[in-house]
T-cell receptor, first 115, second 110 residues
Framework: DAGVIQSPRHEVTEMGQEVTLRCKPI?????LFWYRQTMMRGLELLIY????????DSGMPEDRFSAKMPNASFSTLKIQPSEPRDSAVYFC?????????????FGSGTQLSVL | QKEVEQDPGPLSVPEGAIVSLNCTYS??????FMWYRQYSRKGPELLMY????GNKEDGRFTAQVDKSSKYISLFIRDSQPSDSATYLC??????????FGKGTRLSVIA
């Protein structure tokens, strides 16, 4: 199994530009999570999906952030317009939604730098 | 008070030392407790998983959960340079997403 695949690995953009981050979860996993990691705030949950349906987006910082999951094998996180304070590592993670199994599998992350 | 508190370190120990990493939490509904290890420029990976209270041992690693004190620990015996990483505690109530600590950066010096 290839694991959770994220692209791009690195993204450098200028303030005001649109940024799209992509994620392919592990086949068979029906929950998908987007996290953001910074030194100051640690790992923060932005949004998660169960069976392609957004369940909780209360962690999305503001309307500039949006996420979609059009099918079970693909999700995007979009920032429009981007700002320097959005610079962080963005992780996608997936798991099987099981009452007794909360094991999350993470991708390698996208390092975003907004200049 | 944050839901999960974890000392960020950094923690530096000599090879062979016993390492103790800890987290405290405030939500009494938490019943799933995990430790993730994160190497530089990588995503976190699950290291230990415990349901409710008690101890769990896996090789050189031991996880402890004390629900009465809302305190969890990870012990690493005979620490190795390859254990150098950031360790994140994580926990959740049933059916809710994991809440992570900020992580403790560990360096094991040969």
């Amino acid at each position: 199994d290839a694991g959770v695949i994220q692209s791009p690995r690195h993204e450098v953009t200028e303030m005001g530009q649109e940024v799209t981050l992509r994620c392919k979860p592990i086949s068979g996993h029906n929950s998908l999570f987007w996290y953001r990691q910074t030194m100051m705030r640690g790992l923060e949950l932005l949004i998660y999906f169960n069976n392609n349906v957004p369940i909780d987006d209360s962690g999305m910082p503001e309307d500039r952030f949006s996420a979609k999951m059009p099918n079970a094998s693909f999700s995007t996180l979009k920032i429009q317009p981007s700002e320097p304070r959005d610079s962080a590592v963005y992780f996608c993670a997936s798991r099987i939604a099981d009452r007794f199994n909360e094991k999350l599998f993470f991708g390698s992350g996208t390092q975003l730098s907004v200049l | 008070q944050k839901e999960v508190e974890q000392d960020p370190g950094p923690l530096s120990v000599p090879e062979g030392a016993i390492v103790s990493l800890n987290c405290t939490y405030s939500n009494s509904a938490f019943q799933y407790f995990m430790w993730y290890r994160q190497y530089s420029r990588k995503g976190p990976e699950l290291l230990m998983y415990t349901y409710s209270s008690g101890n769990k041992e896996d090789g050189r690693f031991t996880a402890q959960v004390d629900k009465s004190s809302k305190y969890i620990s990870l012990f690493i015996r005979d620490s190795q340079p390859s254990d150098s990483a950031t360790y994140l505690c994580a926990m959740s109530a049933a059916g809710t997403p994991l809440v992570f600590g900020k992580g403790t950066r560990l360096s094991v010096i040969a």
